[in-house]
Each structure stands twice: as C-alpha cells, then as structure tokens.
C-alpha cells in the first residue's frame, strides 16, 4: 500500500469495507472495479473503514483488510480513514437536522416493528425527547431516481418503499447510511462503485445527502458475486477470507469474473496498472456465478 498526496481531481471513488469479517473473493472484485474505474479516469482512490458498528466489529479483520491492501499493491490517493475517529462529525450531521426538524426521536423497538416492515411514521408526531431513543429521519412522499452506471435508472419512492429511517441506533451506533453520507461528502467523494446489494440504500442516501446540503454521486453498483448455490459471497454464507498468499492469481481471476481482457500473472501492481489501460465496464457481464472457485 502506498499514499500519494496530488491535487483533487475530478473523479473521487473509494472502497468503503466493513470490518465485520475479512475480506473475501466478492470484496477483492468490488476493491479491484472501484480502483480501475477511477484510475481509468484519472481519479483518486480512497479507502475507509466503516467500523461504527461496534458489536459487528470482527478484530481480526481490520489486519486482513489493510494485509489486502499491500499484498494487491493497490496505490492510495489519502491514508485510510476509520469512521471510528469520525462520530463528532456525525453527531454534527444529527444535530443540524434536529435544528431544521428533519428528524425525531422513536421508542419502537425492533420486536414491535417486526424485521422488513416498512416504518410508519409511529412517533413522528409523539415529540419524545431524544435521550436514549433512536433518532429517525423522515421522509415524504417523493420518488428518488437516478441513473446507475451498470443497473440503469432506479426508483424508489421514499414513503411507500423505504419509510423514515435510523440515522442513529438507541444504544448510542451511527447507522451506516448517515455516517456514509457524511464520509462521502466530507472526502469529496464523487463516484460510488459498490455491490448491488446496497443498490435499494441508495435513494435514502441521495435523499439524505439533500438533507444535509451534500452533492448527489454518481452510482455503479456490481453484480453480486454468487457461490454455487446461488447465495451472495458473505461472512454469513462462509465466505473464503481472501488467501494473501495468492494475490495474482486472485487479482487475475477477479478481472475475468469483471468481464476484463485477461491479465497474465505479474506483480500485482503491474497487473493493476494494465487492467486500467484495458478498463471497460461495457464488458461487466449481468450476473457473476463462481462455480466453487474462492467461495
Ligand atoms: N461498508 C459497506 C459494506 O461493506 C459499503 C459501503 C458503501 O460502499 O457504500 O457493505
Ligand atoms: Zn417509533
């Protein structure tokens, strides 16, 4: 891993893991396409860890995520940012919604609600006080487009699909989709490559980022990596953690499974610097099926 200190320029991306397991074969191909379409376009590439969710946290993998980073010789445009560092500024973020009344306090509890439900709006009106309550943002009832690079245009309308959501849990966590509002905004981020698993978070977070007065990114979002049995490459589903012992042969596979002209084996850095010469996302196939390979 290395940092360079350029100007801003005007494609900023960023790999964004969490740190709830180490990495495996599905994050390598979400770290390997956010790199090269940003280098492509003669971009800065940020990494942040997103470790505010403390009981999640897996200790062992914020080791194997930075061991990633050497081992695939990626070059970093900043040094890594941890969320952990940053919960003044989200804590800023609430309070300058609290002041325009964008958000309030909610009792409901997980149990109450049940797991998918969509929120409806229960103590919106209830005016609680927010110490050790969950503070929710509302919505209304506006369709949030936008146009994905990959996934094409996608709508969601806030009330009727999302509901108001947690911005900050009861027992004191930052929810991910403020803090990655925040972070984003504050890095000058511009272009967001990540799974589409995260695809329907996207309208809160555009939604969110106009709440705050933030700029709205540009979006791609990856076919999910799916192991033999059809289910998405996750700590959940016994991901394998990516072997640092076979970064090349890695990297090579990850770019195949990306669509991308193929890569002999090489340091890795030289590797990456010719898959972004040959960068095209026009070559991302639909859909990803490992076949037993790195599940
Ligand atoms: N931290 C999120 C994850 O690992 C990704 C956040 C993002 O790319 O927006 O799933
Ligand atoms: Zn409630």
Request: hydrophobic share 40%.
């Amino acid at each position: 891993m290395s940092v360079n200190n350029t100007q801003p320029s005007l494609y900023r991306g960023r790999f964004a893991p969490s740190p709830t397991g180490p990495l495996h074969f599905g994050s390598l191909i979400t770290a390997v396409a956010s790199y090269c379409e940003a280098k492509s376009k003669q971009g800065q590439w940020f990494v942040r860890i997103e470790d505010t969710d403390i009981p999640r946290i897996d200790p062992v993998s914020i080791p194997h995520i930075l061991a990633c980073l050497d081992q695939f010789e990626f070059e970093l445009d900043a040094p890594i940012l941890y969320q952990k560092d940053r919960l003044d500024l989200y804590h800023q973020a609430i309070e300058q919604l609290k002041q325009q009344q964008l958000v309030y306090a909610c009792q409901c509890t997980r149990k109450m609600l049940g797991s998918n439900a969509i929120y409806q709006g229960h103590c919106r009106n209830l005016q609680l006080d927010f110490s050790q309550q969950a503070v929710r943002v509302k919505v209304n009832d506006q369709t949030i487009c936008f146009q994905d690079q990959l996934q094409g245009q996608h709508c969601s309308n806030l009330q009727h699909d999302l509901g108001d959501f947690v911005l900050l849990r009861r027992d004191g966590i930052f929810n991910y989709q403020l803090a990655v509002v925040v972070d984003d905004a504050l890095q000058g981020i511009t272009h967001v490559v990540r799974g589409s698993d995260l695809l329907d978070n996207t309208a809160r977070q555009i939604w969110l980022a106009q709440l705050l007065k933030a700029p709205t990114l540009n979006y791609m979002h990856l076919p999910l990596a799916m192991n033999k049995h059809g289910q998405k490459l996750s700590k959940q589903n016994l991901a394998q953690a990516l072997d640092l012992t076979q970064a090349p042969k890695l990297l090579q596979h990850a770019l195949y499974c990306l669509g991308q002209p193929h890569i002999e084996l090489d340091r890795p850095c030289l590797m990456l610097k010719q898959a972004i010469t040959q960068w095209s996302i026009d070559q991302i196939p639909h859909s990803m099926t490992l076949n037993g390979i790195y599940e």
